[in-house]
């Protein structure tokens, strides 16, 4: 996992910041917080699980699905583009 490998500083600094979010959000389940609050937070837990997934979603597609050492062609270049637009869109 080439990706992984390249991007793992950015992956585990994001990774962090999310076990910060749940870690605040069982405190705030803990402390029977207002629900409003915990609701605000499990959806920011969400987005930013959503997007940590998109991320490695797409460094997948680019690099493991149209390998650019295979030397894809455009159209399979312009067809990755658009599995990744849905993936972001999806998961957004």
Same mark, same amino acid.
């Given at each position: 996992?080439?990706?992984?490998? #390249?991007?793992?500083?950015?992956?585990?600094?994001?990774?962090?910041?999310?076990?910060?979010?749940?870690?605040?959000?069982?405190?705030?389940?803990?402390?029977?917080?207002?629900?409003?609050?915990?609701?605000?937070?499990?959806?920011?837990?969400?987005?930013?699980?959503?997007?940590?997934?998109?991320?490695?979603? *797409?460094?997948?597609? #680019?690099?493991?699905?149209?390998?650019? *050492?295979?030397?894809?062609?455009?159209?399979?270049? *312009?067809?990755?583009?658009?599995?990744?637009?849905?993936?972001?869109?999806?998961?957004?």
């Amino acid at each position: 996992m080439a990706h992984t490998v #390249r991007d793992k500083r950015k992956l585990l600094l994001r990774v962090r910041r999310i076990r910060g979010q749940i870690d605040a959000l069982e405190r705030l389940l803990e402390a029977d917080a207002d629900c409003s609050k915990t609701l605000h937070l499990t959806v920011a837990c969400r987005g930013a699980i959503n997007s940590l997934m998109t991320e490695i979603l *797409e460094g997948h597609i #680019r690099f493991h699905v149209v390998n650019p *050492e295979d030397r894809p062609t455009s159209e399979q270049v *312009e067809a990755a583009e658009q599995v990744i637009e849905v993936v972001r869109s999806y998961l957004k």
